[in-house]
Every structure is written in C-alpha cells, then in structure tokens.
C-alpha cells in the first residue's frame, strides 16, 4: 500500500471551509484509507492506499464535496516528494515559517512568476508544482500578489518537513 500525505485547499484558514479533523480523519477511512492521521487544523492528512494517485485524489475530493457542499481541491505528495521539497529548500538563511511552499495541481508555467508584486521583499522560486516563497515580514503581514498561487494549496517548511517524518514514520513503522 502507497502512503500518500494529502493537502486540501481552502480548509479551517480564514473560515472558510470548517472541517473538524476528526471528520476529515472519518471520511478517509470510509473511503477505505487505512493508518489514517491528521496534522495540525489545516487540512493535513496522511494514509495508506492501494489505488493510483489520481483515482485517490478524485475520491477525497469527491467525498469532501459532498459533505462541504464544495470540493476543497485535493493535492497529494508522496514521502519522497516531501522529502525532496525539503532538501531542495532555497533560501537558506530564512526562518522555516517565512518559508512557505505552495503545492500546485500541475506544474506552473515557466513565466508563473512574472506577474508577481513583492512590495515587502518577498521572493520565489519555481520548482515543478511547487513555488517557494520566502516572506521577509511574514505572511500575514505581506502584501504580495502572486497569481501563480490561486490553484494551491500553501504550508510553511515547519509543516513540509513534519508531513514528511511523519510519512516517513509510517512507511518504516
């Protein structure tokens, strides 16, 4: 069985898309997930499935729809995908929670970055379906406009690096 971390959008962040993490944790395993853990209240979890990624990202998405009245959007990364986020992480000298790593559905276009505004120093870097972004103020204070990051779904290294000991722990354990 594949241990997949999935990512919703639009999840328990700004209000929303309420959804309790007990509920969410319910809904995998009514979908025949299995070693199903949540993360933290923004839409982080992780399990074991024997279908393909697609077919388990169209399920989740799917079964959320139904219960939110909305599809979040699903995004699934594997261990190793983390794991390279992680290590492949540009600017060094950043706090890891004025790192935050946007997961995207496809890979963003090579000209993604184009029509970004950093008014406070904000910088990006494009890497597949991710774009790094380092917040020199943070993000909650940031006026930054980045088209590029509306199809996604956004966590700080802190939390990349967590979702990816904890898929880690499970593969191994």
Known sequence: MTVYVALLRAINVGGTAKLPMADLKAVCEELGFSDVKTYIQSGNVLF??????????????????????????????????????????PFPDAKPNYLLVSFLPQPAPDDALDKMVAPDGEEAVLAGREIYVHFPVGSGKSKLKLPALKPGTTRNLNTVRKLAEMAAQMEDG
Request: hydrophobic share 45%.
């Open 48 to 89: 074991r499935a024997n279908e393909a990624q697609a077919q388990v990202e169209q399920k989740l998405d799917d079964a959320l729809g139904m219960l939110l009245g909305k599809k979040p959007g699903v995004l699934l990364r594997s261990r190793k995908e983390l794991e390279a986020i992680v290590a492949n992480a």
